[in-house]
């Protein structure tokens, strides 16, 4: 499944989405930046709530497909520039960080 395919199947908002056909390989749900850094997996894709500049250091560093921001969640357009920059897909959503998660999780499953 592609990043473009997960957002339309789960009704994302695009903030930037660079790489809409990249592979998404899986999912990973986490707040505490340093905690994502060291298990976030490369081709994930990351839900969170955080919408401070460094959510796009994170993604960078580790090379998840997208960040989905739950709950509505509204960065700076600081972050979104830095996003862009970066070449990082960058979704919002009106879900909840679980209700996404069990999205994310049907649609890659088998």
Known sequence: MTV?????????TPLC?????????????GDLL????????SGQAWVTIMT???VAA???????ACVILAEDSKPEES???KAKEEGINLFTSPQDSF??????DRLLRP
Do not use: F, H, Q
């Not at 209700?99 to 994310?104: I, N, P």
């Open 4 to 12: 473009n395919e997960l957002a339309t199947a789960l009704a994302l």
């Open 17 to 29: 989405a660079p790489e809409p056909d990249r592979p998404v390989t899986g999912g990973y749900c």
């Open 34 to 41: 340093s905690w994502v850094m060291g298990r976030a997996k």
């Open 52 to 54: 401070n500049i460094n």
């Open 58 to 64: 994170v993604a960078a560093l580790t090379d998840v």
């Open 79 to 81: 972050v979104v520039e």
């Open 99 to 104: 209700s996404l998660c069990a999205g994310v």
